[in-house]
Structure formats: structure tokens, C-alpha cells
């Protein structure tokens, strides 16, 4: 929902890197894309994103301990108000074991909460890592449930060493915590002394040093746990503000998988085809993840209601601020990021980085509707489109904008990114800045380059120096869904490889948008009858359109834009002859929505384009 912080955020495998410094491009250390299966699965075959968790199911255990089956944060704070305070307690020695929460995520609405035991094995000045030890009828410490075949094929492949340990904690006190506390903010210091009441008696207690990050490495009960390989994905690690106040204490949750092949720098490099084998190498994927998840729990207490574009957004970012990944690379380098390619429309493409072609969405995907191209593999889209943004306006207005999004605690989404370009770059309204991106979008690699021209629109508005983008164009994803996505754009070919010039070009765009049917009105008849009594969703009005015909050159690294704005438009066969010496000719249609919350208005809004007299619908 755009309404409601993203709660339990998931940075997941092969989709997180981290980015250069704040002023210039790094190398990218992102992990390569996943080659696992015995056909080998897709670059993205592992990633897996939690929705919000607002409410657990408790175990039997903890059940019968605080007297509830379910826990919310509003059950939390009424048990916490009858109970005691402990008294103030330091982070025990390493080496101690005591009982943390876990989940169990493998079945379908129902998010279940239990207590393990973990073992403290590193601290820093920040941070405390305890990794799960405990046994109990499921698995034991961090492994797989007997009989699974990752077990079987790399004896180990859930091991965390104590070398690995000692380098996240140094990874974060020497570079995440300095970068995201200036960039972002710090967390508000919490000690565990708030307690529930009846987890004291039962042995359990969070107690520990109020600066620290709790930092719980566990194999995550998610589907893939239980069901492999019929499920590939897993939850790389997440946060969730609902354990944070069960344990007052700050808490994220990292996955214990391969670490071997998932940390460091240069881990080893070992693809297979088969699927309970194949260890590619990606690196600092978990050190990225760590950073991505812990701009969520700063943001937590910044604003809770930030909407999910801005939220994820400022994650994305944060995987590059602390200098892990390169945005900039593309399928045919030796990595790219999966969201990144995902967004592009490159996706189905093969490549370097790539072997695997996957549909996963495309750039027709809405800024600020999260999920609008679907919740499969498609939601990477959304994720590459945020990254992709929070880069844009980075190199175009510096660190200031991305911190301001971060501490603004009053305004959300769009809203506050207009209040920080008041303050940074007076006069300038987000749409333009929205309508500059989605050009970048399409011309960045192009003509970013020594010599490269643009003419119709100054070339720094339409290119950025942390990425290297363009779309596929002959994705069906970068225009196929009936009409342009708010805040959204369609990239429609109307000329390629030099053939015949559009003659004539007419626009016309929906002034309304309807809100249509619940989502599950088609499947379901209960709510289908409603919408037969009470009518559809009210109409939302459309609040501006842009067309921008972009010819390219790409042999010669030239474009020429011609935009117009409104709800009707039309190019001449004159206007349309200027385009003639440039073998591709592009439409951008681009689809205003100045509310990003959820209204009638944050719909796919229709319209249609006219070619030679012949009317097709966008």
C-alpha cells in the first residue's frame, strides 16, 4: 500500500548490491547471476520479498506465556503497560545463549512467531551477531531440515564462521554504520528493559547495550526451507518493526545460506547445473542486504508512513552508498543487478549476467504504484525503478535530497520529494523531474558518452552518472499493458532500422481513470455481486499527459526530443520529418499522478495513439 511503510522489507539474493560513494562510481562487487539448476535457474530464480507483517501467530510456547494467540503492536503495548521494567542489563559476554524470536513464513496469511535458542558470537561498538544453535523437532542450529538436498551436495553450505562473523561486524562499524547514520539517521537506542510480561520466568531476556544492532543469522523458515527445489526463492533477510517491540530492542534477521559463496569481496566461484550444487559467487550479498534493511529500521522511527516507492527507494540507495554495487552495469558485464536489468526490460534477454532469460517485468512499471505490474518476479521492476530513480535525482542534486527524503517525518512520497526540491532546487515541480527520468530511462547509454549530442532538451536532463540505461525495446513489458502506469511511462517504437516515417501522429488521453473492480472481483463472485450493487471503484481524474517523440541515432550517439503536454496532442507530417535522419523513432507517453496514496486516481489511465489515421489503444 502507498500509505504504509514497507514493514518487513526483504533484501534477497542476487538482487542487493551496494553502491559507490556518494560522489562517484565504484566498482561493482554485486554477486553474478545465480546459474543454479539442473537446468540452470533464472538470474533472479532466488529472490523473494515479504509483504507487511502487522500481526504473528504465536507457538504454543509463547502463547501459554503471554496468555494471546496473536501479537500486533497494539497488544504489545497494552501487555507492556501491565508489566514490569527489567533492570538495566550490558549485552552478555560472547559465547552466551539465550532464546530470540524467529518466524516461520511457509504458510500462505499466517506468519508464525517462536523462540530459539542463539549463541552471541561477535560484538562491535553497534552491533551484537547471534546465530542460531538450538535444536528442536524441525532442524537443528542454522541447517535445513534432514533430507534436504543442499545438505547432502555441500556439506556445510549453512556454516557461518567466525571469520565471517568478525568481518560483518567490521564491515558494519567501519563503513555501513558511518555512511548510513550521516546519510540517514541513527537509531534510537533501545535496551530490552521494556519486557512482556511472563517472558522473565520463562528464561527469556533482550536485555543488552541500548547502541546495538541485534543482529539474528538463522536459516529462515520461508517455503524454500521446507520445499526444495520446488521452492526456489528465499528470504535472504528482512526487518520487521513488530519484532522490535517485542524484543525493545533494534533487530534485523539474516539468512545463514552459503555464506561461503555470499560474502566477502571475492568469495569462490562454483555454478553447476544442478540445482542442490550450484554455489555461484556473490559477493557482499549479505553485508548488502544488512545495509538495505537497516535503512528500514532507521526509517521506522523517522516515518512510519513513508509509502513503499520512497521506502524501498532509500534501501536500494543504501546498498550502493556503502559502496557494494554498480547500477551501472548491464546483463553483458560480469554482473548487474537483477532489478536493475529487470526494469530495463532485459530481463528475457540472455547475456553475461544473464544466462538465464526471465520475464520480470519492464519499464512501462509505475514509479509510485508498488506492484503494479504483478507480485512475481515482475515486483523486481518496481525495485529497479525505484534504485533507478533515487540514482537520478542522487547525481542530480547531491546527497541533501536523498537524506532529505529520509528525515522528513510530515510529508510522504511525492509530496516530500517536492518539499526537498524547494529547498535544493527552487521552482522545479516533480513531474518534470519524473518526466527527465523517464527519458534518461531510454537515452542514457546512448549519448552519455564522449561526443554524444541531444538536441530539443539539455543533455544533462537526460542522463546521470550512475547508471547506464536504456530500455529494451523489444520488451512487450515496456508498453503492452493497457495504458500508461501513474507516474509511468510507455515506450512505444514508431520507427526502426530507418524504415517509412509516421506521416502523421495523433494523441488523445483519458482525462479520468476508473477504479475498477476489487482484485479479486474476477475470482471472486461475493465480490464481483458487490460491485454489481454498489458499482466499481469512483473514477480518479488524470492530471496531465506528456508525449515526447525521441529520435536516436545510436551509430552516432544523437537523439532529438519534441514533447508536448496535455490531454490531446498532434505531430504533422512536418513536425514528423525532422526525425528523418534518425533511424529510431520513440514515443514516450508519460502519465501524471500528483497523489501517491491509494485513491481511485493511481490506476493505469488509457488512451490512444493515431498512425497514419489508424488508431491503436495505449
Known sequence: MRSKVLKSAVAVAGTIGLLAAATSVLPGTA??????????????????????????????????????????????????????????????????????PALDISKPSVTGLYVKQYTLRATGDHVEVWVASGSDGVSKGTEFPAGDCRAAAVPGTTDVTDAQVKDLVNEFETNMYPKETAAFSTPKERAGLATLPGLTPAGIN???????????????????????????????????????????????????????????VNPKDEPSDDLCKSRPARPRTYEGTFAHEWQHLLHNYTDQNETTWVNEGLSTFAETLVGYSDASHTIDDASSEGSIHC???????????????????????????????????????DYGNVWSFMLFIFDRYGLPIISGLHRDGEAQGLASLQKQLDILAPGTKVSDVIHDFQLMNLLDR??????????????????????????????????????????????????????????????????????????????????????????????????????SLVGIDPAKHKALIRSVQGFNSSFSAKDLAAFKAYPLLVAVVSHDNPVDTVTPNEEYAPYTLTINGREQAG
Request: include cysteine.
Open 206 to 264: 533482550f536485555a543488552g547495550d541500548g547502541e546495538n544492532t541485534v543482529t539474528l543469522i538463522d536459516n529462515v523458515r520461508d517455503p524454500n526451507f521446507y520445499d526444495f527445489p520446488t521452492n526456489r526463492s528465499y528470504v535472504a533477510g528482512f526487518f520487521m518493526p513488530l519484532m522490535n517491540e517485542i524484543t525493545d530492542r533494534n533487530v534485523m534477521t539474516i539468512d545463514a545460506f552459503d555464506w561461503a559463496h555470499r560474502t566477502g
Open 31 to 100: 554477486g553474478a547471476a545465480d546459474s543454479t539448476g539442473r537446468v540452470a535457474a533464472p538470474v533472479v530464480s532466488d529472490l523473494l520479498h515479504l509483504d507487511d507483517i502487522d500481526q504473528v501467530t504465536l507457538s504454543p510456547q509463547l502463547a501459554s506465556i503471554l496468555g494471546t494467540q496473536t501479537l500486533d503492536l497494539a497488544t504489545v503495548a497494552k501487555l507492556r503497560a501491565a508489566g514490569p521494567s527489567l533492570p538495566g542489563e550490558k549485552t552478555p559476554p560472547v559465547g552466551t545463549t539465550l532464546l530470540w
Open 343 to 381: 526494469f530495463q526490460g532485459f530481463g528475457i534477454t540472455k547475456g553475461r549476467s544473464n544466462p538465464n532469460p526471465n520475464a520480470c517485468g519492464g519499464p512501462q512499471n509505475s514509479l509510485t504504484k508498488w506492484g503494479d505490474e504483478g507480485a512475481g518476479s515482475e515486483i523486481l521492476a
Open 446 to 547: 546512448y549519448v552519455d558518452v564522449k561526443g554524444g549530442q541531444v538536441q530539443g532538451i539539455d543533455k544533462g536532463r537526460v542522463t546521470t552518472k550512475n547508471l547506464h540505461a536504456t530500455v529494451n525495446l523489444a520488451n512487450p513489458a515496456a508498453f503492452t499493458k493497457p495504458g500508461a502506469a501513474p507516474n509511468g511511462a510507455d515506450y512505444v517504437v514508431l520507427r526502426q532500422n530507418k524504415g517509412a516515417l509516421p506521416q502523421s501522429l495523433a494523441f488523445a488521453g483519458a482525462q479520468t481513470v476508473s477504479g475498477g473492480a476489487a482484485p479479486s472481483a474476477e475470482k471472486d463472485p461475493t465480490a464481483a455481486f458487490q460491485d454489481t450493487l454498489f458499482g466499481a471503484e469512483p473514477a480518479g481524474a488524470v492530471a496531465n499527459w506528456q508525449v
